[in-house]
């Protein structure tokens, strides 16, 4: 069972990392305390993770053929390379640092399910895009129907705050249904059963939001595009329908990668020169490296550890 310890630490990364996606954006424009957003986040995420993170698991488990020890390695890697990408306040992909290391794993043994890996990136590629389309639809639908309500401003801000308190915790669902396969998919079926293992990541995942999410929450909700609370409502909510879409499909995707979309968005809707070019840079760097930096530290492990 102490293997086990690299799938918590991966789950607290995650929790630290991701799930400022889901209220960053109503943090950092002051429509919500970091603490309520962090236990709220936290709530969700376990609801979501039980109630429909089922189908991940078996995508994340048939990458490659897994023991207990090369489990307990790829969580590890994957773990140390979330928590070095929070320490530098990067929101990055936690599925692209578990498919790294796992395919750390399946290089070392030869055997790499390259169909089930295809499947994955072509979702990575559809994430940030489905973020940025979602966003572009959503505000102009939500734009029509406020303008339409005609509201006076007291009103506005209420409806706004808890606009995107609903749509934060529905993000806090999604993150929980989708990733917690990120978590504990290398286990089910071996050292756990399926609802043991849904029920491990979600809490593992709660822990870290609640403990070590506050600088990654600022860095997605001001460092790429200033937002005000409206934009803040329409991204969050495009973030989570794209999250929960590829739950539904069964493939654990990089909620960073969709909130970023959807910021990204606002900026073109705004004006381009409103977007922080350097900082998204940074974060597309970091994309880039993190699969390749999972699948290092896994080398790395499997060769202290073997």
């Given at each position: 069972m102490f293997r086990l310890v690299s799938g918590f630490f991966l789950g607290w990364a995650l929790g630290a990392n991701d799930s400022a996606n889901t209220f960053g954006t109503a943090v950092s424009s002051r429509m919500l305390r970091f603490?309520?957003?962090?236990?709220?986040?936290?709530?969700?995420?376990?609801?979501?993770?039980?109630?429909?993170g089922h189908e991940g698991l078996k995508t994340l488990g048939g990458l490659t053929a897994?023991?207990?020890q090369s489990a307990f390695i790829s969580s590890l890697a994957a773990a140390c390379t979330v928590t070095l990408m929070t320490i530098f306040k990067l929101p990055i992909s936690t599925s692209q640092a578990v498919v790294g290391a796992i395919l750390g794993i399946g290089m070392l043994q030869g055997n790499v399910n390259t169909a089930g890996l295809t499947k994955v990136i072509i979702c990575w590629i559809g994430t940030p895009i489905g973020g940025f389309l979602a966003t572009l639809i959503l505000y102009y639908l939500f734009l029509h129907v406020f303008r339409s309500m005609r509201l006076d401003i007291f009103t506005c801000d209420t409806f706004l705050r808890t606009g995107l308190i609903v749509a934060g915790c529905y993000g806090a669902y999604a993150l929980g249904a989708n990733n917690v396969a990120n978590i504990t998919g290398v286990y089910a079926g071996t050292l756990l059963s399926t609802k043991q293992a849904v029920l491990f990541g979600g809490l593992s995942i709660a822990l870290g939001a609640l403990t070590f999410s506050r600088n990654v929450m600022f860095t997605v909700g001001k460092s790429i595009v200033k937002l005000d609370a409206f934009s803040?409502?329409?991204?969050?909510?495009?973030h989570s329908v794209t999250v929960h879409f590829?739950?539904?499909?069964?493939?654990p995707v990089s909620t960073s990668q969709a909130i970023v979309g959807a910021v990204l968005a606002i900026g073109v809707l705004k004006g381009i020169q409103t977007i922080n070019f350097i900082k998204l840079t940074e974060i597309f760097f970091a994309w880039i490296l993190t699969p390749v930096i999972g699948l290092l530290f896994c080398l790395i492990f499997s060769f202290l550890l073997n």
């Open positions: 603490s309520t957003a962090a236990v709220l986040t936290a709530f969700f995420v376990i609801v979501g993770a039980f109630m429909q897994l023991t207990l803040s409502f329409v991204t969050v909510t495009a590829y739950a539904i499909v069964g493939v």
